[in-house]
């Protein structure tokens, strides 16, 4: 089995910066894209950023130039800096990883449990 562990996420003032964590653990031979997904009640889960092995990176277009994804592909971990916050940026951001477990499986889809990121005025 595959877990992905969020941290990071919290209260901060419009303006104010955060830095969420996606730590991937367990049965794991390769992960290839990664991604950062957010979602208020009631409302589809939205894509935020993702990035593939290779660092190829796509952003939604609300946050580009204000967040930033990256990863550690040695320690299975994925980063979003998240500055110049605001109140619209306010909901539970889930990590994302397509996983192989062994070297001949297929991929599948992994979420975390989510973090809520709370942007006050």
């Known amino acids: 089995q595959v877990q992905l562990v969020e941290s990071g996420g919290g209260l901060v003032q419009a303006g104010g910066s955060l830095r969420l964590s996606c730590a991937a653990s367990?049965?794991?031979?390769?992960?290839?894209?990664m991604g950062w997904y957010r979602q208020l009640p009631g409302k589809q889960r939205d894509l935020v950023a993702t990035?593939?092995?290779?660092?190829?990176?796509n952003y939604a277009d609300s946050v580009k130039g204000r967040f930033t994804i990256s990863r550690d592909n040695a320690k299975n971990t994925m980063y979003l800096q998240m500055n110049s916050l605001k109140p619209e940026d306010t909901a539970v951001y889930y990590c994302?990883?397509?996983?192989?477990?062994?070297?001949?499986?297929?991929?599948?889809?992994?979420w975390g449990q989510g973090t809520q990121v709370t942007v006050s005025t």
């Open positions: 994302y990883a397509e996983v192989r477990q062994r070297v001949l499986s297929n991929f599948r889809d992994y």
């Open positions: 367990g049965s794991i031979f390769v992960i290839n894209t």
């Open positions: 990035i593939t092995r290779g660092s190829t990176i």
